[in-house]
Nanobody
Framework: QVQVVESGGGLVQPGGSLRLSCAASGSIFSRSTMAWYRQAPGKQRELVAVITSSSATNYADSAKGRFAISRDNAKNTVYLQMNSLTPEDTAVYYC?????????WGQGTQVTVSS
């Protein structure tokens, strides 16, 4: 069983930055596609950024130019660096590990952008 644990959320002022971390257990991490999603109150969960096992990346339009996803296979960890945050970025951020037909989700970490 793969466990996925997010951390790094919190309260930040508009224009500020946060770095989220996602640690995944198991030997499959380096071969997994990792992704960050978010879900704001009353809205559907949406993809924010994804990084493949070969470190190719893709971003939602709302994240392009502000967010950066990266991975450290030695630490079984994926990161989401978020800059120039706005109140619209307020959401619970979830990490997902995808390995073939399997998907493993974390419990989420709250990000609140407010003055």
């Amino acid at each position: 069983q793969v466990q996925v644990v997010e951390s790094g959320g919190g309260l930040v002022q508009p224009g500020g930055s946060l770095r989220l971390s996602c640690a995944a257990s198991g030997s499959i991490f380096s071969r997994s596609t990792m992704a960050w999603y978010r879900q704001a109150p009353g809205k559907q969960r949406e993809l924010v950024a994804v990084i493949t096992s070969s470190s190719a990346t893709n971003y939602a339009d709302s994240a392009k130019g502000r967010f950066a996803i990266s991975r450290d296979n030695a630490k079984n960890t994926v990161y989401l660096q978020m800059n120039s945050l706005t109140p619209e970025d307020t959401a619970v951020y979830y990490c997902k590990a995808e390995f073939y037909a399997f998907a493993y989700w974390g419990q989420g970490t709250q990000v609140t952008v407010s003055s």
